[in-house]
């Protein structure tokens, strides 16, 4: 499921320039990642990358802040696995 929805969810984000359908679009992946148990949190982790890579090109506080905690569920689950594609697109120099 987390598969499927969060792929449609960057891209309705990247489609879409209204600030507020933004915000909420982050606020609802934040909270499928918080709320899908660790198990079952698969996701593309190069796409889920360049996706928050954007976000934090852009430099929008509250985004930026959503995106943090969704990083720490991310790498909590999986740091090994996770944290090279992030290192990879330049997420810890945003960091």
Request: glycine share 4%; charged share 25%.
């Amino acid at each position: 499921m987390v598969k499927i929805l969060l792929p449609r969810i960057f891209l309705a984000y990247e489609s879409n320039t209204a600030k507020d359908f933004r915000l909420k679009a982050l606020q609802v992946a934040e909270k499928i990642i918080a709320v899908v148990p660790t198990e079952h949190l698969k996701i593309d982790i190069d796409q889920f990358a360049r996706f928050i890579r954007v976000i934090f090109e852009a430099d929008i506080g509250q985004q930026v802040l959503i995106c943090l905690r969704m990083l720490k569920k991310v790498l909590t689950v999986n740091a090994v696995d996770f944290g090279l594609p992030l290192k990879r697109a330049g997420i810890a120099y945003h960091i």
